[in-house]
């Protein structure tokens, strides 16, 4: 079998499909094209491979390709120096992993040199052959014929046998594997608490004494516990039970030396096996544990944050309507700014409704005009320092509204993420002469008409929906997160005269060199009037226009055709379609009556099979649908405004603002998400919390515990409002705490700034970003 055929059949067996299937979808994707053009575009090449598919697919064939190249590698070495066997060459190629691989290559590989080479170099080689073939034999007696000059004494000389014995068995692939698989299954990890640290590391005293199974470690805890140990916090360790697993590892390695009796031999052998074990292998397996571990903790959490960060992208959007977005602040003022509905910045204004001026009589003034001259239709109110005494506020001014003027909508808005964008590059091309503090504004007031558009223009690690993300692969993270960005723009499709560059940046086949190019050309020739004048952009030739155009929209433009994501390449099966219902397309598309009187199988030609006549009948039906659902949000209690509000039993509507492992984050109004710990999350066993809910559901909660000085919030989605919280006690582990343990969760103010372990912030915020970094290190106790 040769390589690619190795690579396809492997990928096959792992996304449910067939091997002609992978080969053809790697053939295009190793031509160019992207994830979401072959899912949407290719389904007849690929068989209807989907994007999650395919995501896989890129992955793994990035690792396996890896894993044949060092395959040839190892096959090269070890025959130019002439060890190569049948039986090894056959090991070689079965192979599955990069580890089995290199354990099978050990013995092989360059070095420097160890005891064991410099025993053979003294002449011991042949004492641990005799050792070990003649085990009725005292091994010191059989030492004393090899002390030389080189070898001092009988003693030097069993170390040397030792040393050459134990080296056969660290480099003997077979035991490299069982030893692992045993470890993988039998593992604990365990910590303790270094003495001294008991203060300054209070935020980890879960793990001042503890202990549990490797396997089920779950990725919150071990990120924590491995920040925690980086921190000198605690000694984190792993391996065997000390009380019956180091015994089996030490049998286990004794088994490779066949020591059944008690012949003095075997007695030798045994220690051997012992020392080999405590010395050589045991600490060669904990770093492989521990690397292990730290992988899939690292995976896990880069598929919560992908998740959770892909809810966000695709949350409803409120629409194109002018809208009012308000950055609250106390000292330092509430910034406003007025964006209309394409979000274009029409005006901007600083109030100063509390202390120190208390201005009320002016913020009512200003907040009013901006209404009125505007027509604002929606109030986007941030989610950071004085949201709440900012809703409230807007909510008395909106009273004040003339009689028959219909009063604008208030929603409040994420802000994670927004003092990133102010102080941005790309903030200061668009906005130069606004101020930083004023372009926050702006961005809460178009992430609530549009978060997809607006959102793409911050670093997908700063919008603040991951956990540990600073402790992960940051090169794997990044990756994982353009590929959510990349899905979701493409998933909702474009308007190519609207967009922005960073926006049409991650459409298919474009990027941020042809996004400016496509930008600069519309500011300089006006809107474009059909898909195909991309043409005429400067560097966008017919390939990219291949990957792009379907992806992108072009409303009440010369093609009708456009404003859909038919892709023009089928234009014509599109064009039959509608020949054959005797209407213009223009009047046939949203018509889904005259459409599902047509059998698709009919229009069926060589080049677009069954697939894609169905994805385009049903684009006829809804032509340009947005898979987004309907805009709705939560309506805060009033009253509730401070976390000192909250009483146990009360019924309260929120907003879902970040889903993790162990539970859901609930924002209630009262500037401190609550946390509704995945036993709370339904009336029936929950496994994985994103069953349940999703970033940005609006959810009814009932309060099960509050905790004020320590900032938590216990939340319950059950019918029985979490009467049952009691049969799990985590529920009270996972609470957020302001300013405990910086996760790297998120922004938590003004002023942050990523890096390292942990965030700053020259504006503290208790919104879901602080909520989460608190509570992954106190949600780690066992569930």
Known sequence: ????????????????????????????????????????????????????????????????????????????????????????????????????????????????????????????????????????????????????????????????????????????????????????KEAIVSSKLIAGQEQSGAKFSDYFEHSEQWSKVPSHRALAMMRASKEGVIALDIGPDPESGKARAEEMVASYLDTRTDAPGDKWLRKVAGWTWRVKLSLTMTVDLMGELRARAQEEAIQVFARNLKDLLLAAPAGAKATLGLDPGIRTGVKAAVVDHTGKLLDTATIYPFQPKNDVRGAEAAILALIAKHNVELVAIGNGTASRETEKLVGEILKLLPKGVRAPTKVIVSEAGASVYSASELAAREFPDLDVSLRGAVSIARRLQDPLAELVKIEPKSIGVGQYQHDVDQHRLGRSLEAVVEDAVNAVGVDL???????????????????????????????????????????????????????????????????????????DVARKIVS?????????????AALKSLRAEEFVSEKFGLPTVRDILGELEKPGRDPRPTFKTATFTDGVEQISDLKAGMTLEGTVTNVAAFGAFVDVGVHQDGLVHVSQLADRFVKDPHEVVKAGDVVNVTVTEVDVPRKRIGLSMRKDGGASAKEDRDARSGFGSKGRAGSGGGERGKGQRSGGGGNYSAKPKQNSGGALGAALMDAMRKK
Do not use: W
């Open 580 to 592: 054959a219902c005797g209407r213009d397309v223009r009047a046939l598309m949203g018509d889904g």
């Open 497 to 571: 005269n609207m967009a922005s560059a960073p926006l049409l940046a991650h459409v298919s086949g474009l990027g941020p060199s042809l996004a400016e190019a496509i930008v600069s050309h519309r500011d300089a020739n006006g809107a474009f009037g059909s898909r195909k004048a991309l043409l005429d952009v400067s560097r966008l030739g017919p390939a990219a226009f291949e990957q792009c155009a379907g992806f992108l929209r072009i409303t009440d433009g010369e093609e009708p055709l456009d404003a859909s994501s038919v892709h023009p390449e089928a234009y």
């Open 1 to 184: 079998m040769d390589t690619r055929t190795r690579i396809f059949r492997t990928i096959a067996d792992e996304i449910a499909a067939k091997p002609n299937q992978v080969g053809a979808a790697v053939t295009l994707l190793d031509e160019g094209a992207t994830v979401p053009f072959v899912a949407r575009y290719r389904k007849e090449v690929t068989g209807g491979l989907d994007d999650t598919q395919l995501r896989t697919l890129a992955d793994r064939l990035a690792y396996l390709r890896e894993l044949e190249a060092r395959r040839d590698t190892v096959m090269a070495s070890i025959t130019e120096q002439g060890k190569m066997t049948d039986d090894l060459a056959k090991a070689i190629v079965g192979a599955e992993t990069k580890a089995t691989l290199e354990d099978i290559y050990l013995p092989y590989k360059p070095k420097r040199r160890t005891k064991a080479m410099i025993a053979r170099e003294n002449g011991l080689a042949p004492l641990a052959e005799a050792i070990v073939a003649d085990r009725a034999a005292d091994p010191e007696v059989l030492a004393t014929g090899y002390v030389t000059e080189a070898v001092a004494d009988v003693k030097a000389a069993l170390n040397g046998a030792r040393d050459i014995v134990a080296e056969g068995l660290t480099e003997n692939a077979r035991l490299l594997g069982e030893l692992r698989t045993f470890l993988q």
